[in-house]
């Protein structure tokens, strides 16, 4: 029998996440059936439960940054085993076809990866996500979380984490490279951490001056409020990188003149309207201006197994289910130091 899982349901655009069940199928020949223990809450959540973005099915169980522990496996699964402390992220599954996912890159799927949550999977089922008890996935999407890692603190990894680190890595962040994390939130205080470990010179760009403590004790070595506009000129051409993490609408003209010859800036972040940008700020200095999604599933493992060697963890609050509505009040308004984390056992 299909399992039935205890979850946190959207059932409307407008409605709260109520206490509901969703139905897990049973593991196939190669799927990993997971316990789910924690939970992160993402920005992207709230996005979808409230419909913001186009295509989104309901009744909807959001959730894609998953820490658990195996609890059955199919009789083909040769990468997990019962008991496996495990993650999941962004995406379950791929096309496994199409040259990018041949690649390895299998985010960028040219068919789609199957999301986590509000997406179909092979069995023509929409998929739900880590607001629940337990989650069935293919073991080729599923990535082992290192001991070295609480269960809690690795939840974020699974989005957060591995947005940033995927960056910092492509774009060789290290030592002797000037980086820039342009927000100081879920994403932003992992690229803090990650850079740093990197062995990067870490400048942090925060509206306000209210979390540089909290910057500098994660490795950041300067700290500017956005808002004062001697920012602008007194680091004018000193950055070769910068890691856009905000969703709200910025001046990019104004961000890309702070990067010296050659620099990137790498947009992770969703802003709701479209950018603009002068052709001059990336002409007038060959600047770089460029996106990057999460990692494939190969890096997520590499970025798993650096943050457990470097002693790296997401910063979390801790909640319990019937705080979930509260909790995504309190994101939208950056009352979080840095990443709330449902305990999965409140479900």
């Not at 990018?100 to 789609?112: A, K």
């Not at 004018?236 to 905000?246: A, C, P, R, S």
Request: include cysteine; charge should be neutral; proline fraction near 4%.
């Amino acid at each position: 029998m299909p399992t039935i899982a205890k979850a946190y349901v959207a059932s409307s655009p407008t409605s709260e996440l109520e206490p509901g069940t969703v139905e897990r199928r049973n593991p196939g020949e190669f799927d990993v059936q997971i316990s789910i223990k924690y939970t992160g809450i993402c920005h992207s959540d709230i996005h979808a439960s409230r419909g913001d973005w186009a295509g989104t099915t309901y009744p909807l169980v959001v959730g894609h940054e998953i820490a658990g522990v195996v609890d059955a496996i199919g009789p083909k699964v040769t990468r997990h085993s019962v008991g496996d402390r495990v993650g999941v992220g962004c995406f379950v599954d791929s096309c496994r076809e199409c040259a990018n996912c041949r690649e390895g890159e299998q985010q960028y799927c040219l068919q789609g990866a199957t999301s986590t949550y509000n997406s179909y999977g092979r069995d023509g089922l929409p998929t739900a996500g880590g607001y629940s008890t337990h989650i069935v996935v293919d073991e080729n999407y599923v990535l082992s979380i290192p001991d070295g890692i609480c269960l809690e603190a690795a939840a974020p990894l699974l989005c957060a984490g591995i947005t940033m680190y995927s960056p910092l890595r492509n774009w060789r962040a290290g030592p002797g490279k000037r980086v820039a994390i342009l927000g100081m939130g879920g994403l932003g205080h992992m690229g803090v951490k990650i850079a740093a470990a990197m062995g990067a010179e870490v400048t942090v760009l925060s509206q306000s001056l209210k979390k540089r403590e909290d910057a500098l004790r994660l490795g950041a070595q300067r700290y500017y409020a956005t808002s004062e506009p001697a920012t602008f000129e007194h680091l004018k051409g000193q950055l070769d990188l910068i890691i856009n993490t905000v969703s709200a609408d910025i001046d990019v003209d104004a961000y890309l003149g702070l990067l010296a010859l050659g620099g990137t800036m790498v947009l992770v972040g969703l802003p709701s309207k479209p950018l603009s940008q002068r052709a001059w700020s990336l002409i007038g200095m060959r600047r770089s201006l460029t996106g990057s999604k999460m990692g494939n599933i190969r890096q997520t493992q590499e970025m798993l197994e650096f943050c457990a060697a470097n002693g790296l963890g997401a910063e979390v609050e801790v909640i319990r289910a019937n705080q979930i509505n509260e909790a995504h009040k309190r994101v939208l308004t950056s009352e979080v130091r840095f990443r709330f984390v449902i305990d999965a056992a409140t479900f």
